[in-house]
């Protein structure tokens, strides 16, 4: 099914047609009768007429003629009876006329007669037409009144279910708005909107009961981490371990470390979702990339370069802004090897991150998506993409990824 | 030092009475709403640790009790929500610091040297340990009286082995310590190695020789 058509229109549309085909057809069928009752018509009036003349031959009025609607002659042989149209001068009207006519071959008192009878069937003709007509008008008008009516009565029946439907095209799971849906008389339109009324409850119910899980899973979780933590840094300062023990626990801290991060990016993440990031100033971009390039410096990334010339700010939560930043460098450099440029430009609305890479992305359409890795090599959480891209969504900042002459390109457009 | 922990969870408020305890430090504890409110009202502390989610109440409650009775202890919040509104709340209420769980106890100590410093003595942020003396105020290091010049990462480093001497410290918290959520970049450790080696030498050679390689890859600010 791939053209999709609108409910009126395909309704209107079988209306349409099958009030064609009838009237075609009923036309047809009204020709023929009428053509056919009309020639009947004819042939008796030929046959009384040449049954006439036949009783006035007999009665001896041998010179019984009106041309050319009766002609009597005197033939050799009798030859078969002939019924025929054909085309006369007709001198009143002074023009050919199409006549129909009967031949007929008696014998009276011994003398062989040809008697022909004609009868115009011109007016017949018109006639027919004109019965042919009317029968179209009448029942093209018909249709066009019932196609009217119907459609009016067919949107207003209807009406609620589009209404419902525009409705339900606006529904959005991350809205608090509420869907105002409209009741209907047609018991299938109301248990309809019942039905949608059910459903969406439960849809939002249910997300609301996720998200609020997901929350309260990551805050729950913090606390026996931290007992772990704090036990792990107990064990490594008594006395009695060995070196191998303390690899493996202190190599422990590292996982701790990463279910941390991993703990603190899902509430980033709930928060966008909550609308909880309501503070929003006017952030120097600018400025704040200079401040993250800085204190990445200290990590001896020295390969940060921003080559912007003007100062550019956005209006959005400066806790986000300091996580967008952040992330996208942070992502830069995982991604590529040491001492390798990574460049930052803003420059008419666009933010441009750049970074080399040797190939591009195996699936770049799946970058932003949660917890999607393109390798395992380096133990990111997978939710720092995720999250720039929900910071961008919040604002409708645009975000892309492209890869081009051996680089990693992010662009985050911010004109709106 | 006196400290209170009001702390529900008893193996981490245990945990971390173990770490402190090593210092010589006294610690009491308090493991719900009414037993923390009752200590903090009537009995002096140097410093409160104070968990802010109570099974039985609030710990911003508790700052407010402890603003009414004009006590002079010094407040850390410890939280498992990392909501900057629940921060700047508790800090308005008049707590000194916040620290998010799950932390090290090694981060917490050196919390609570930072906010003892700032009580003790009154603007003029000093610390010592032996021949080495620091002024937290100017950030600046002296050994036997001689400034020695430290960046900003040799410093902090300094000041976290000091408050945390005698402790084993792993990479994993020096790490965390000086670089926060960003040292999950470091695929390994060898720039803390580059921090830590340049410290000691430039301590080395002005004779103080504290800092002690242990189990391999960790550390320790030690006297002989």
Known sequence: MAKKTKLVWKTSKTFLLTGLILAFLSSLVL??????????????????????????LKSGNTHYELPPIIEVNKVKRLSKEVIKDTIIYDPSEDEMELFRELSTFKTIDGIHYQITVRNMVVESKEFLLAIVISNIVILVLAFIFLFYFNTVRNLKIWSPFFKNLEQMKRFSLTSKESLEFVDSDVLEFAELK???????????????????????????????????????????????????????????????????????????????????????????????????????????????IHTSKNRFSVSMDPYLADILINNLISNAIKHSKQREEITLVIKDNLLVISNFGEKSLEHPESLFFRFYRESKANQSTGLGLAIVKKICDLYGFKISYQFKEDHHIFSVDFSK | MKYLIAEDEIDLQQSIVTYLKRDGNICEVASDYWEASEKAAIYDYDVIILDINLVTGSGLDILKILKKEKKKAGVIIISANNSLADKLEGLDLGADDYITKPFHLAELNSRINAVLRRGKFDGDEIMEFNEIRIDTKSRTAYIDGKAISLTRKEYDLLVFFISNKGRVLSKEIIAEHLWGDNSDLLDNFDFIYVHINNLRKKMTTEGAKYIKTAYGSGYQFIED
């Open chain 1, 194 to 304: 019942n039905e949608i009324v059910l459903l969406t409850d439960k849809v939002r119910a249910d997300y609301e009961n996720l998200k609020q899980f997901t929350e309260d899973v990551s805050h729950e979780m913090q606390t026996p981490l931290a007992i772990i933590q704090a036990k792990i840094d107990n064990i490594i300062n008594e006395h009695g371990i060995n070196v191998r023990q303390y690899e493996q626990i202190t190599s422990i801290q590292k996982d701790i470390k990463r279910l941390k991060q991993l703990n603190k990016r899902i509430t980033t993440l709930t928060k966008i979702d909550n609308n909880q990031f309501v503070n929003v100033e006017i952030v120097c971009l600018t400025d704040l990339i200079d401040d993250k390039i800085e204190s990445f410096k200290e990590l001896q990334f020295a390969n940060l």
């Open chain 1, 31 to 56: 020709y023929f009768y009428t053509k056919y009752l009309l020639e009947d018509e004819v042939r008796e009036s030929l046959y009384s007429t040449e049954l006439r003349v036949e009783n006035a």
